[in-house]
T-cell receptor, first 109, second 113 residues
Framework: DAKTTQPNSMESNEEEPVHLPCNHS???????IHWYRQLPSQGPEYVIH???SNVNNRMASLAIAEDRKSSTLILHRATLRDAAVYYC??????????FGKGTHLIIQP | GAVVSQHPSRVICKSGTSVKIECRSL??????MFWYRQFPKQSLMLMAT?????????EQGVEKDKFLINHASLTLSTLTVTSAHPEDSSFYIC?????????FGPGTRLTVT
């Protein structure tokens, strides 16, 4: 899987939007951009995925740069339950995923 | 989202014994399931890919004779850690693939004493 770069940690306030960046300059044409998150002592949770166009679902939005070399996961209104490690992963499918270190999101009340 | 369960959630066993972990896809049929391992303060590492009705595919460095995987039905995959040793103590997590998404179980905390 191609490599992604994410900030180690980010901090945000409750009820404010959060923008989590991910750089993936070596992305291939067939790679989807997948986002998962993991709360402490739990299995990861699927958040969203996309290929070229921006995507929205009930959890978040995914904004993909036109050249696809970066993307941003947007949580529109963060809650304390959104505090987790967020992983940005590239894969042409959803087969065995390569998890990096992710971004540790801290939400302040 | 889909629901994947694991059993047991926590197990303690003595060194040299075997432990079986079950992973069930509760609301969809999963042709492909995965097993991951996560050590403290580290990220998930893929151990193997489990395909229903065929042999599992193991990642480099994962001993297939030590970590036995069986995927006998479209809703159940099992991981058996044979002759467990303290260094096998870890958080084992399974997932089931549906389309372009993986749905993960809650994990099994294995402690080998």
């Amino acid at each position: 899987d191609a490599k992604t770069t994410q900030p180690n940690s980010m901090e945000s306030n409750e009820e404010e939007p959060v923008h989590l960046p991910c750089n993936h300059s070596t992305i291939s044409g067939t790679d989807y951009i997948h986002w998962y998150r993991q709360l402490p002592s739990q299995g990861p949770e699927y958040v969203i995925h996309g290929l070229t166009s921006n995507v929205n679902n009930r959890m978040a939005s995914l904004a993909i740069a036109e050249d696809r070399k970066s993307s941003t996961l947007i949580l529109h209104r963060a809650t304390l339950r959104d505090a987790a490690v967020y992983y940005c992963i590239l894969s042409p499918s959803a087969d065995g995923l390569t998890f990096g270190k992710g971004t540790h999101l801290i939400i302040q009340p | 989202g889909a629901v994947v369960s694991q059993h047991p959630s926590r197990v303690i066993c003595k060194s040299g014994t075997s432990v079986k972990i079950e992973c069930r896809s509760l609301d969809f049929q999963a042709t492909t399931m995965f097993w991951y391992r996560q050590f403290p303060k580290q990220s998930l590492m893929l151990m193997a890919t489990s395909n229903e009705g065929s042999k599992a595919t193991y990642e480099q460095g994962v001993e297939k004779d030590k970590f036995l995987i069986n995927h006998a039905s479209l809703t159940l995959s099992t991981l058996t850690v044979t002759s467990a040793h303290p260094e096998d103590s870890s958080f084992y997590i399974c997932s089931a693939k549906r389309s372009y998404e993986q749905y993960f179980g809650p994990g099994t905390r294995l402690t080998v004493t």
